[in-house]
């Protein structure tokens, strides 16, 4: 059968196997047909520039991107150490967003290149059909510059119904009043705002149609500005908040028609029976409610007589009968820790900590099966047990991402996590140093279980043994290696490029001690994309990093990209291939 002949349900099947480079490289303009179809695939797929290499970006963006740009509907672009500069190159090859005149959702993954954000926010406006816009930021430190600028953008951005960004508000420096007029906005997530209550109710009393909210709260002592508002069109709220029960208390009234409710607060409790006076008078429209909290108890009362009481306060008919939400107690059983963590139940958040020696008490009957199972989890950080002879968690842990684990670790870990199949990056921190033959015991065993690890973060001591060049995973392709005290001097560089996990790593960040060493592993990394480095020996050069990126320049291939990421961190990136 000749291939131009299959019809054109299987050839955009099969198109599905091919990256968008080598799709361009193949079949576009080859004839009409194909043209054609490619103009369709480009409208059903997102063109994602996240994770790509620089060879495939600037082969897609000096020559194909603005012929395809009026069929593009999706867009997603990358700052992050895998891609750093992105947005600048994505600029400096004559590009421009305003061109793709049909794009529908817009996507900046740890956006990081400050000096092209007046042209980004000029450029969203020209956007026309633009509905969707996120934005995540690389550096979280508080940039008036950034964050006030964006958040009046979208004010102008007349067809946007959802909303990302990674904003911040800075309470006790910023002056401006955090405001946006949108008639279109259903959508919005703030998750590191971190404004207070009051701001908040001035925020969104101009989106008449905002539907879901994610925000964090960082709440201030004074009295709240909300009298008589509703905001009738608000259905899922999705807060972290950090303050003061009484303000919560009496904000959440304002939203009648409310059916979704999730809630990380601290450090105060809420028990049962003011969350069931408050659902059952002022949110009957509720109908899924999940929380955390964690809270310290007093020295002077008794942690299980506390715990009980806690407990005992979400055991009324309206929790067991009514709704089944049931909630859990999380505690460490020593006189040191008087800290409590209470949640609903099963668990609905992404990240948990897990320290070995905890207890868990339940309002939930023995049959009910979510509180040994956390699937919502992705993010654990299991850290040292100061004990052994613990009784073993009775819990499951089966959709681990990514790991923060001390080691050696106890035999509660395996218990505890009865899967690292989906387990995609890993950050070790030893904590017993003379005991390095189990450290690396358990490390080789954390990655014989993970078979898609793909990312290692190793902390401090690894830099003063040999233990990383001998990891065999064909997996693994990132390499942090940035801990404190780590730097690796020209022999350790040699031997970190020759070994196994060095030959196949695409993405490494680490320290060194001369900048010859960064040339080394350039050329040396035969996989290498992409370069993170921090370089101690910056005495010998005239202004030290400034200087260095043009020393750089001078000994690395002009197809490098090379360019510090802040004037904080003033860590030297390089985009290579």
């Keep these: 059968m000749i291939f131009e002949s299959l019809p054109n349900e299987l050839l955009l099947e099969f198109v599905e196997y091919f990256s968008l480079a080598d799709l361009l490289r193949s079949f576009y303009r080859l004839n009409n047909r194909f043209t054609d179809l490619i103009h369709i695939y480009v409208r059903t797929h997102t063109i994602n520039f996240q994770s790509i290499s620089k060879s495939d970006f600037d082969f897609i963006s000096q020559r194909y991107l603005s012929s395809i740009a009026d069929h593009v509907h999706s867009l997603r672009f990358s700052d992050d150490d895998d891609t750093p500069q992105e947005v600048h190159l994505f600029f400096s090859h004559g590009l421009s967003l305003h061109q793709f005149s049909y794009l529908k959702f817009l996507s900046i993954h740890r956006f990081n290149s400050f000096d092209y954000l007046k042209t980004i926010l000029e450029q969203l406006v020209k956007l026309p059909e633009l509905n969707h816009l996120k934005i995540t930021r690389y550096d979280v430190t508080y940039n008036a510059k950034y964050d006030i600028d964006m958040i009046k953008t979208i004010e102008h951005l007349p067809k946007v119904t959802s909303c990302y960004l990674d904003v911040f508000y800075d309470n006790e420096n910023s002056y401006e009043v955090l405001s946006i007029i949108s008639s279109s906005l259903s959508c919005l997530s703030f998750p590191k705002l971190n404004c207070d209550i009051n701001q908040l109710i001035h925020l969104i009393k101009q989106l008449p149609n905002l539907s879901s909210l994610t925000i964090s709260i960082v709440d201030q002592p004074t009295d709240l500005q909300i009298s008589s508002i509703e905001f009738e069109s608000m259905r899922k709220l999705n807060l972290i908040f950090y303050g003061y029960a009484d303000n919560l208390m009496k904000f959440l009234?304002?939203?009648?028609?409310?059916?979704?409710?999730?809630?990380?607060?601290?450090?105060?409790?809420?028990?049962?029976?003011?969350?069931?006076?408050?659902?059952?008078?002022?949110?009957?429209?509720?109908?899924?409610?999940?929380?955390?909290?964690?809270?310290?108890?007093?020295?002077?009362?008794?942690?299980?007589?506390?715990?009980?009481?806690?407990?005992?306060?979400?055991?009324?008919?309206?929790?067991?009968?009514?709704?089944?939400?049931?909630?859990?107690?999380?505690?460490?059983?020593?006189?040191?820790?008087?800290?409590?963590?209470?949640?609903?139940?099963?668990?609905?958040?992404?990240?948990?900590?897990?320290?070995?020696?905890?207890?868990?008490?339940?309002?939930?009957?023995?049959?009910?099966?979510?509180?040994?199972?956390?699937?919502?989890?992705?993010?654990?950080?299991?850290?040292?047990?100061?004990?052994?002879?613990?009784?073993?968690?009775?819990?499951?842990?089966?959709?681990?991402?990514?790991?923060?684990?001390?080691?050696?670790?106890?035999?509660?870990?395996?218990?505890?996590?009865?899967?690292?199949?989906?387990?995609?990056?890993?950050?070790?921190?030893?904590?017993?140093?003379?005991?390095?033959?189990?450290?690396?015991?358990?490390?080789?065993?954390?990655?014989?279980?993970?078979?898609?690890?793909?990312?290692?973060?190793?902390?401090?001591?690894?830099?003063?043994?040999?233990?990383?060049?001998k990891i065999v995973h064909p997996k693994i392709r990132q390499l942090y290696l940035l801990g404190s005290n780590i730097v690796y001097n020209a022999d350790k560089c040699d031997k970190l490029a020759s070994s196994s996990i060095g030959q196949q790593c695409e993405v490494l960040c680490i320290r060194v001690e001369h900048r010859t060493d960064i040339v080394k592993l350039v050329n040396n990394m035969s996989k290498l994309r992409a370069l993170v480095v921090k370089c101690i020996d910056t005495s010998s050069l005239e202004n030290g990093d400034g200087n260095l990126v043009e020393w750089l320049r001078e000994h690395l291939p002009d197809v490098c990209s090379i360019s510090r990421t802040s004037e904080a961190h003033k860590d030297i990136r390089l985009w290579i291939r």
């Design 253 to 469: 009234p304002a939203m009648p028609n409310l059916e979704e409710f999730k809630v990380d607060f601290h450090p105060f409790f809420i028990d049962g029976c003011q969350w069931e006076k408050l659902i059952e008078n002022r949110l009957k429209k509720l109908v899924r409610f999940q929380f955390k909290t964690a809270f310290m108890v007093s020295r002077e009362k008794s942690k299980h007589e506390e715990i009980d009481r806690a407990l005992n306060s979400f055991r009324s008919e309206f929790w067991i009968d009514k709704y089944q939400w049931f909630v859990q107690c999380h505690w460490i059983p020593n006189d040191f820790s008087r800290t409590m963590l209470i949640y609903t139940l099963p668990y609905a958040f992404e990240s948990f900590f897990f320290s070995g020696n905890v207890r868990m008490k339940s309002t939930a009957p023995p049959e009910y099966v979510h509180h040994r199972t956390f699937h919502s989890i992705e993010n654990l950080y299991y850290g040292r047990n100061l004990y052994e002879n613990l009784p073993l968690p009775d819990f499951r842990l089966e959709n681990i991402r990514h790991l923060d684990i001390t080691i050696p670790y106890d035999q509660s870990f395996d218990s505890l996590v009865s899967s690292l199949d989906r387990l995609d990056s890993l950050k070790v921190d030893p904590y017993d140093c003379m005991n390095m033959d189990k450290v690396h015991a358990n490390l080789h065993i954390l990655c014989q279980r993970s078979s898609q690890l793909r990312s290692l973060k190793l902390s401090t001591w690894f830099n003063q043994h040999d233990f990383l060049f």
